[in-house]
Nanobody, 111 residues
C-alpha cells in the first residue's frame, strides 16, 4: 500500500514562504501525476497544483505566480511564496492514479 507523508507546514507571517514536501513509500513519484490539495476550516478541499509524469504543471488561479510544484523520484514539493492569510489550510499530498492521500500538514499564515 502506498503511503504519502507531508512535512514542512508551520506558522508564517503574511508575505513569507514555506516549502512543503511529500514523501512516498513504495512508488516512484516521478512516474505518476501527483497533486497538492488544501482544505481550510469550514471549506471544501480544493485543488492547489498538479504535476504529471512529464513534468507539466497546473495551478489554481489563486496561487498562480506564488506557488511552484516540483518533484524528483522520491518526493514532491510545493514552494509557497508571498503567502496570504487566505492560504491558511491543511495541505494534502494526493496520488489520483492510486487514490492515495497523505495525512496533511497545517499551514497557518498570520496577518
Amino acid at each position: 500500500q502506498v503511503q504519502l507523508v507531508e512535512s514542512g507546514g508551520g506558522l508564517v507571517q503574511a508575505g513569507g514562504s514555506l516549502r512543503l514536501s511529500c514523501t512516498a513509500s513504495r512508488i516512484t513519484i516521478s512516474l505518476y501525476t501527483m497533486a497538492w490539495y488544501r482544505q481550510a476550516p469550514g471549506k471544501q478541499r480544493e485543488l492547489v497544483a498538479t504535476i504529471d509524469n512529464s513534468g507539466r504543471t497546473n495551478y489554481a488561479d489563486s496561487v498562480k505566480g506564488r506557488f511552484t510544484i516540483t518533484r524528483d523520484n522520491a518526493k514532491m514539493y510545493l514552494q509557497m511564496n508571498s503567502l496570504k492569510p487566505e492560504d491558511t489550510a491543511v495541505y494534502y499530498c494526493y496520488n489520483p492514479v492510486l487514490n492515495s492521500w497523505g495525512q496533511g500538514t497545517q499551514v497557518t499564515v498570520s496577518s
